[in-house]
Protein backbone atom coordinates (compact mmCIF):
# COMPACT_ATOMS: atom_id res chain seq x y z
CA UNK A 1 0.00 0.00 0.00
CA UNK A 2 0.76 3.40 -0.53
CA UNK A 3 2.45 4.94 2.31
CA UNK A 4 3.96 8.56 2.70
CA UNK A 5 6.14 10.05 5.47
CA UNK A 6 6.90 12.98 6.28
CA UNK A 7 10.20 13.87 9.01
CA UNK A 8 12.63 16.65 10.30
CA UNK A 9 9.83 19.16 11.68
CA UNK A 10 11.56 20.94 15.01
CA UNK A 11 11.22 24.02 17.05
CA UNK A 12 13.68 27.02 15.33
CA UNK A 13 14.41 30.45 15.50
CA UNK A 14 12.94 32.89 12.71
CA UNK A 15 15.87 33.10 10.06
CA UNK A 16 16.98 28.99 10.84
CA UNK A 17 16.70 26.32 8.45
CA UNK A 18 15.12 22.75 8.73
CA UNK A 19 15.33 19.94 6.24
CA UNK A 20 12.22 17.76 5.91
CA UNK A 21 11.95 14.68 4.02
CA UNK A 22 9.35 12.69 3.04
CA UNK A 23 10.15 9.07 2.80
CA UNK A 24 8.03 7.14 0.16
CA UNK A 25 7.28 3.45 0.12
CA UNK A 26 4.96 1.00 -2.05
CA UNK A 27 4.43 2.47 -5.21
CA UNK A 28 7.11 3.40 -8.09
CA UNK A 29 8.24 6.57 -6.56
CA UNK A 30 9.76 7.57 -9.57
CA UNK A 31 6.71 7.75 -11.63
CA UNK A 32 4.96 9.99 -9.26
CA UNK A 33 5.28 14.27 -8.84
CA UNK A 34 5.44 14.66 -4.88
CA UNK A 35 3.94 17.69 -3.67
CA UNK A 36 4.28 19.93 0.09
CA UNK A 37 1.92 21.28 1.68
CA UNK A 38 1.02 22.88 5.09
CA UNK A 39 -1.49 23.83 7.46
CA UNK A 40 -0.95 26.41 10.25
CA UNK A 41 -3.61 26.58 13.08
CA UNK A 42 -6.69 27.96 12.17
CA UNK A 43 -6.07 28.11 8.32
CA UNK A 44 -6.75 26.10 5.39
CA UNK A 45 -3.81 22.94 4.05
CA UNK A 46 -2.02 25.44 0.95
CA UNK A 47 0.31 24.15 -1.49
CA UNK A 48 4.12 25.22 -0.66
CA UNK A 49 6.27 23.01 -3.33
CA UNK A 50 5.92 20.72 -5.93
CA UNK A 51 8.34 18.27 -8.20
CA UNK A 52 7.70 16.44 -11.19
CA UNK A 53 8.50 12.90 -11.26
CA UNK A 54 11.65 13.11 -13.79
CA UNK A 55 11.64 16.70 -15.62
CA UNK A 56 13.05 18.27 -12.44
CA UNK A 57 10.09 21.05 -12.95
CA UNK A 58 9.22 22.52 -9.47
CA UNK A 59 6.16 25.07 -8.35
CA UNK A 60 6.73 27.05 -4.98
CA UNK A 61 4.22 29.35 -3.35
CA UNK A 62 5.39 32.88 -3.43
CA UNK A 63 5.26 32.98 0.48
CA UNK A 64 8.44 30.27 -0.37
CA UNK A 65 10.20 31.50 -3.43
CA UNK A 66 13.62 31.86 -2.67
CA UNK A 67 14.13 30.43 0.47
CA UNK A 68 12.42 26.81 0.10
CA UNK A 69 14.07 24.38 -2.26
CA UNK A 70 12.55 21.18 -3.10
CA UNK A 71 13.96 17.90 -4.59
CA UNK A 72 14.12 14.12 -4.59
CA UNK A 73 16.29 11.46 -4.52
CA UNK A 74 14.31 8.80 -6.38
CA UNK A 75 17.09 6.11 -5.22
CA UNK A 76 16.17 6.37 -1.63
CA UNK A 77 12.27 7.06 -2.66
CA UNK A 78 12.70 10.51 -0.58
CA UNK A 79 11.94 13.79 -1.21
CA UNK A 80 13.31 16.79 0.35
CA UNK A 81 12.32 20.24 1.44
CA UNK A 82 14.99 22.33 2.31
CA UNK A 83 13.65 25.47 4.56
CA UNK A 84 15.95 27.90 5.13
CA UNK A 85 15.33 32.06 6.07
CA UNK A 86 12.33 30.72 8.28
CA UNK A 87 9.73 32.90 9.52
CA UNK A 88 7.16 32.68 12.13
CA UNK A 89 4.67 32.46 9.22
CA UNK A 90 6.26 28.65 8.22
CA UNK A 91 5.03 27.53 11.48
CA UNK A 92 2.64 24.57 10.59
CA UNK A 93 2.43 20.76 10.34
CA UNK A 94 3.75 20.24 6.75
CA UNK A 95 2.92 16.76 4.73
CA UNK A 96 3.77 15.60 1.88
CA UNK A 97 1.32 13.87 -0.69
CA UNK A 98 0.63 13.10 -4.26
CA UNK A 99 -2.12 11.69 -6.67
CA UNK A 100 -2.54 8.58 -7.99
CA UNK A 101 -0.51 8.19 -11.35
CA UNK A 102 0.68 11.39 -11.33
CA UNK A 103 3.76 12.86 -12.54
CA UNK A 104 3.39 16.52 -13.20
CA UNK A 105 3.75 19.74 -11.43
CA UNK A 106 0.63 20.94 -13.43
CA UNK A 107 -1.58 18.07 -12.58
CA UNK A 108 -0.67 18.34 -8.87
CA UNK A 109 -1.58 21.78 -8.70
CA UNK A 110 -5.30 20.95 -10.41
CA UNK A 111 -5.82 17.82 -8.83
CA UNK A 112 -6.98 16.62 -5.04
CA UNK A 113 -4.70 14.57 -3.50
CA UNK A 114 -5.11 10.96 -3.05
CA UNK A 115 -2.36 9.97 -1.12
CA UNK A 116 -1.22 11.68 2.47
CA UNK A 117 1.55 11.06 4.68
CA UNK A 118 1.55 12.05 8.47
CA UNK A 119 2.74 15.67 8.61
CA UNK A 120 5.38 16.66 10.43
CA UNK A 121 5.24 19.93 12.97
CA UNK A 122 7.47 22.99 11.86
CA UNK A 123 7.58 25.80 14.47
CA UNK A 124 9.10 28.98 14.13
CA UNK A 125 10.24 31.20 17.35
CA UNK A 126 10.14 35.13 16.84
Known amino acids: DVQLQASGGGLVQAGGSLRLSCQAS????????IGWFRQAPGKEREGVSY????????YYADSVKGRFTISRDNAKNTVYLQMNSLKPEDTAVYYC???????????????????WGKGTLVTVSS
Open 97 to 115: ATIDGCRTVVALMVGGMDY
Open 26 to 33: GFAFDDYA
Open 51 to 58: ISSSDGST
